[in-house]
């Protein structure tokens, strides 16, 4: 479908408005605005042509892979020495970074379990959450309740 063919289809009388085009919009004129694809205009598809001599600096790309490597080696070090934190063993601290050739997804750790000891600020802050939520249940009936009676006159 081109961009000439939707505008023809337009029917004034069906949507209650007279559109207007301006084909000056278009840098080759009325006769290449009208042969444009639609999906090429909503897709913004334009031609690039790359010149031979303007590919940029090779070792720029290759210096931002390495960081890139860098930036991957020490958020894993530091996920490594969280979970030694939280498990209590010692992992590899040396990870290399290599391409993931497999499709399979990417399994990660397991739930882990976070055991705290006994402590008084737990238990307190554990009663006074019910405590709350009591109150406010309490409080919530008998707003309830209160708006529900009829009034004696």
Not at 109 to 121: F, L
Request: proline share 4%; with cysteine.
């Amino acid at each position: 479908l081109t961009i000439g063919e939707l505008f023809d289809s337009y029917d004034e009388s069906k949507i209650h408005s007279a559109p207007g085009v301006r084909w000056d919009l278009f840098p080759s004129g009325k006769e290449e605005g009208r042969k444009r694809l639609v999906m090429d205009f909503f897709g913004n598809v334009q031609n690039v042509e790359m010149e031979a001599g303007a590919r940029g600096n090779d070792t720029e790309w290759q210096e931002d892979l390495r960081r890139l490597g860098d930036i991957i080696r020490k958020r894993k070090e530091a996920e490594n020495h969280s979970l030694s934190l939280v498990t209590g063993e010692v992992h590899k601290k040396n990870v290399s970074v290599k391409e993931n050739t497999s499709t399979k997804p990417r399994k990660h750790g397991g739930p882990v379990k976070v055991e705290a000891g006994p402590g008084w600020s737990q238990q307190l802050l554990g009663a006074a959450t019910l405590l709350s939520c009591a109150l406010i249940w309490g409080g919530a009936s008998w707003l309830e309740s209160s708006q529900s009676k009829p009034e004696n006159l």
